[in-house]
């Protein structure tokens, strides 16, 4: 069993920036690939970033590539990810979620039904 919880979540304006971090519990935190997700209103769940167990790999969505980066710190059970250069249109709440079991090295999973642990997420709002 793995619990999830993001922080960091808040009201920025257009430019600006935030960090989100995801705690996770379970001392196999360090096999387990992690992936953020967001839901905005009057839209599906869609995937944001992806990193592997190690973090020595990661994915982007398309529409914040370049603007966002994601990281992990394995010795803090910690995920983060980094939003610089926010949109309006990043406006949404933000889920951190984590594989079950073992992750493969190296490889990063996009899709929502290859993540079981989900957070509650977390608001992002940017003002435009």
């Known amino acids: 069993q793995v619990h999830v919880v993001e922080h960091g979540g808040g009201l920025v304006q257009a430019g600006g920036s935030l960090r989100l971090s995801c705690a996770a519990s379970g001392r196999t935190f360090s096999t387990n690939a992690m992936g953020w997700f967001r839901r905005a209103p009057g839209i599906e769940r869609e995937f944001v970033a992806a990193i592997s167990r190690s973090g020595e790999t990661s994915s982007y969505a398309d529409s914040v590539k370049g603007r966002f980066t994601i990281s992990r710190d394995n010795t803090k059970n910690t995920v983060y990810l980094q939003m610089n250069i926010l949109k309006f249109e990043d406006t949404a709440v933000y889920y951190c979620?984590?594989?079950?079991?073992?992750?493969?090295?190296?490889?990063?999973?996009?899709?929502?039904?290859?993540?079981?642990?989900w957070g509650q997420g977390t608001q992002v709002t940017v003002s435009s």
């Open positions: 979620a984590a594989r079950e079991g073992y992750s493969e090295s190296g490889r990063i999973y996009i899709k929502e039904n290859e993540y079981v642990y």
